[in-house]
C-alpha cells in the first residue's frame, strides 16, 4: 500500500511538472543557449552585388554534429554559396562558422538563424548602401519625333557602378535642346526628373509639343556620383513638322 501511493505522488508531481511546462520559453533559452551570431560590421555595406557582411556563428562547445548546422535565412540580399536568401552552414571543430552575405538592392537587412528547429531573430542589421553610379548612357526609343503634342517618345538612362551593377534609385534630370541650344518641348506632368529602378534605368516621357523648329534635338541625362560630382550622357533625335 505504501508503494501504491509514493507512485501516486510520483505520478501527480510529473503531470504537474508537465501542466506548468511553456515550450515558448523552452525554445527561447535553449535558442539562445545553443547559439551566438554576431554580424561583423557597423558600417553600410556597398549593393554593389560583390560587397559582403560577414555573420559569425559559434554553437555550444559541447553540441553534438547534429546540432552544428545553422540555416540563416534573411529578407534582402543573397547568401554567398546559399540558395539565393537562405543558407546552410555547419560548425567546424572550434564550434565556429560564418556566411557572406551581398546585395545589388539597398536598404537594411535582418537576420534569422534556425537550430534544431529552434529560431532566433540574429541582434542588429547590415545595411544596403547605395552603389553610386560611375558610368551612364542614354537612348530614346525612336529616330524622329513629330512637332505634335500627340507625338511622344520614351527616353531611358541606364547608371552602372564601378562593378558594373546597377546603380538603383539614383535620381536622373533630363533635358532636350534645339539647334540654338535652346530648351524644345516638355516631358510629361512637366517633371524633367526620374529614379532608376532595380535595372539601374530611369524612364521619361517627351513631346516636342507644337513649334516651328525642326532639326537634330539633343537629350542629356545627368546624375550625381558618390562624390558629388556630375556625369552626363547624350543622345539624338530629329524633329520633323
Known amino acids: 500500500m505504501k508503494n501504491h501511493f509514493c507512485l501516486f505522488q510520483l ?11 511553456k515550450e515558448d520559453a523552452y525554445e527561447n533559452v535553449t535558442a ?16 554593389n552585388g560583390h560587397a559582403s557582411a560577414v555573420i559569425t556563428v559559434s554553437v555550444k562547445k559541447d553540441a ?29 571543430d ?6 557572406r552575405l551581398k546585395s545589388s538592392i539597398p536598404g537594411e537587412a535582418t537576420i ?14 547590415i545595411e544596403f548602401a547605395r552603389a ?18 500627340k507625338s511622344e517618345s520614351i527616353i531611358t538612362a541606364s547608371l552602372v557602378s564601378g562593378n558594373g551593377v546597377c546603380s538603383i534609385g539614383q535620381a536622373v534630370s533630363f533635358s532636350v535642346t534645339g539647334p540654338e541650344g535652346h530648351g524644345i518641348g516638355a516631358f510629361l ?7 532608376t529602378d532595380v535595372n539601374g534605368k530611369a524612364k521619361i516621357r517627351y513631346s516636342a509639343g507644337n513649334t516651328n523648329i525642326a532639326g537634330r534635338l539633343k537629350i542629356t541625362a545627368e546624375t550625381k556620383k558618390a562624390d558629388n560630382s556630375t556625369i552626363s550622357a547624350n543622345t539624338y533625335i530629329y524633329l520633323t513638322n
Not at 113 to 125: F, H, N, S
Open 132 to 149: 553610386y553610379p560611375e558610368e551612364i548612357t542614354v537612348n530614346v526609343d525612336s529616330f524622329s519625333i513629330v512637332n505634335s503634342f
Open 112 to 125: 534569422i538563424a534556425e537550430i534544431a528547429g529552434l529560431k532566433k531573430m540574429v541582434p542588429g542589421r
Open 189 to 195: 506632368n512637366g517633371v524633367s526628373i526620374a529614379e
Open 32 to 47: 539562445q543557449e545553443l547559439l551566438t551570431v554576431k554580424i561583423d560590421t557597423l558600417n553600410p555595406v556597398q549593393a
Open 11 to 21: 505520478l501527480v508531481a510529473m503531470f504537474a511538472v508537465v501542466g506548468c511546462f
Open 64 to 92: 553534438i554534429r547534429s546540432r552544428r548546422t545553422i540555416l540563416l535565412k534573411t529578407n534582402l540580399g543573397e547568401f554567398i554559396g546559399g540558395k539565393g536568401d537562405s543558407v546552410l552552414i555547419t560548425a567546424n
Open 94 to 99: 572550434s564550434f565556429v562558422s560564418e556566411a
